[in-house]
T-cell receptor, first 117, second 113 residues
Framework: ETGVTQTPRHLVMGMTNKKSLKCEQHLGHNAMYWYKQSAKKPLELMFVYNFKEQTENNSVPSRFSPECPNSSHLFLHLHTLQPEDSALYLC????????????????FGPGTRLTVT | LAKTTQPVSMDSYEGQEVNITCSHNNIATNDYITWYQQFPSQGPRFIIQGYKTKVTNEVASLFIPADRKSSTLSLPRVSLSDTAVYYCLVGDDGSGNTGKLIFGQGTTLQVKP
């Protein structure tokens, strides 16, 4: 138990569906992240929020839309996804988001296994 | 861009010490070296972070030579539960931002009985 929860744990959706992934952290952290992990590929950073403000968007397609209403909650809204978007989506949080020096330890949730049919 | 190179896989036996070496020839002056562990279908877990010489915590040790072009994660007396993928991460993505973690392929450690 890392203090970061994600729901749902598994999701199957069609390409025309709209769904949302939810992440909640109980650690009092200020930074939250979305990562994508496809089969046999390294984790890819998608978005970073620091104090509810988006600070990083790693050229993610617009069919992925993040939302961070407060420092404890992070959503990833999904619409018109493609089969190649099937992956494990991981949420993480850290105390803060440091631009230089040592990176803050990131605490990851268990992930949502997404299958797009 | 400080990239890392580490073995794709390693095998070990229970009770042995495991050393995983990571090469980062282009490490920048202000880059730190961080290691994460990931079990199947779980998110990565922070193991250790260091800048130079040796860092030790309750889980592992990190050895960094003076030139900092490589580092070695040492896991003492591994058990079957240490079977996982181990990622070595260095500094930033080239833009000076160390808040972003850039994961490589990692080293898959298989511990055998």
């Amino acid at each position: 138990e890392t203090g970061v929860t994600q729901t749902p744990r598994h999701l199957v959706m069609g390409m025309t569906n709209k769904k949302s992934l939810k992440c909640e952290q109980h650690l009092g952290h200020n930074a939250m992240y979305w990562y994508k992990q496809s089969a046999k590929k390294p984790l890819e950073l998608m978005f970073v929020y620091n104090f509810k403000e988006q600070t990083e968007n790693n050229s993610v397609p617009s069919r992925f839309s993040p939302e961070c209403p407060n420092s404890s909650h992070l959503f990833l809204h999904l619409h018109t996804l493609q089969p190649e978007d099937s992956a494990l989506y991981l949420c993480a949080s850290s105390q803060d988001y440091r631009l230089t020096g040592a990176s803050y330890e990131q605490y990851f949730g268990p992930g949502t296994r997404l299958t797009v049919t | 861009l400080a990239k890392t190179t580490q073995p794709v896989s390693m095998d070990s036996y229970e009770g042995q010490e495991v050393n995983i070496t990571c090469s980062h020839n282009n490490i920048a002056t202000n880059d730190y070296i961080t290691w994460y562990q990931q079990f199947p279908s779980q998110g990565p877990r922070f193991i250790i972070q260091g800048y130079k010489t040796k860092v030790t915590n309750e889980v592992a040790s990190l050895f960094i030579p003076a030139d900092r072009k490589s580092s070695t994660l040492s896991l003492p007396r591994v058990s079957l539960s240490d079977t996982a993928v181990y990622y070595c991460l260095v500094g930033d993505d080239g833009s000076g931002n160390t808040g972003k973690l850039i994961f490589g392929q990692g080293t898959t450690l298989q511990v055998k009985p």
